[in-house]
């Protein structure tokens, strides 16, 4: 299996551009999670999907914020327009469902680290 | 906000050393998990531990859960310098989809 897969790995880019991160979740996968990680914060959740359904965006920050999931193997986080302060390494995690007697256990990509100059 | 703290912040020892991480919680959970996180790379599940469980071992790793007192530890023993690394403990509290992060404890094992 090939796990979670995140792109890019590293974006650089200047304040007010659009910037769109990846993930492809694990296959059979129907939990999706967004995190942000930086050094003063750590692990913030920003929005988790089930069955490709937004379930909680309460932790995305702004309305610059945005995420979709199209469908089982493709998600999205988009950042219009970036800021500085959006700078930070970005992860996707996948599960399964705890319905299904899986207790939560999360899969992490590599993560797509994010510079706004 | 973060559900777990980790403690210490930071640990530094010698190869062949045994290492204990604690992480205390304020909500009640159905279970705690532990994480390892490389530098620059994603994290790994390493041990998952349930509500109703006292105590986990896998491999060197030795997890303990005490719920009475919010808090968990774990345990490397005999470490690596392979085992340098940063180490989350998360929670997943009861009625939730989601795991809550602390903010790690990083280890580092000296040669």
């Known amino acids: 299996d090939a796990g979670v897969i995140q792109s890019p790995r590293h974006e650089v880019t200047e304040m007010g551009q659009e910037v769109t991160l990846r993930c492809k979740p694990i296959?059979?996968?129907?939990?999706l999670f967004w995190y942000r990680q930086t050094m003063m914060r750590g692990l913030e959740l920003l929005i988790y999907?089930?069955?490709?359904?937004?379930?909680?965006d309460s932790g995305m920050p702004e309305d610059r914020f945005s995420a979709k999931m199209p469908n089982a193997s493709f998600s999205t986080l988009k950042i219009q327009p970036s800021e500085p302060r959006d700078s930070a390494v970005y992860f996707c995690?996948?599960?399964?469902?705890?319905?299904?007697?899986?207790?939560?256990?999360?899969?992490f990509g590599e993560g797509s680290r994010l510079t706004v100059l | 906000s973060q559900q777990g703290e980790e403690d210490p912040q930071a640990l530094s020892i010698q190869e062949g050393e045994n290492a204990t991480m604690n992480c205390s919680y304020k909500t009640s959970i159905n279970n705690l998990q532990w994480y390892r996180q490389n530098s620059g790379r994603g994290l790994v599940h390493l041990i998952l531990?349930?509500?109703?469980?006292r105590e986990k071992h896998s491999g060197r790793l030795r997890v303990t859960l005490d719920t009475s007192k919010k808090s968990s530890s774990l345990l490397i023993t005999a470490s690596r310098a392979a085992d340098t690394a940063s180490y989350f403990c998360?929670?997943?509290?009861?009625?939730?989809?989601?795991?809550?992060f602390g903010k790690g404890t990083m280890l580092l094992v000296s040669p």
């Open positions: 296959s059979g996968h129907d939990y």
């Open positions: 995690a996948s599960s399964f469902s705890l319905d299904r007697g899986y207790t939560g256990e999360l899969f």
């Open positions: 998360a929670t997943a509290s009861r009625g939730y989809s989601t795991l809550t």
């Open positions: 999907f089930n069955n490709n359904v937004p379930i909680d």
């Open positions: 531990i349930r509500s109703n469980e």
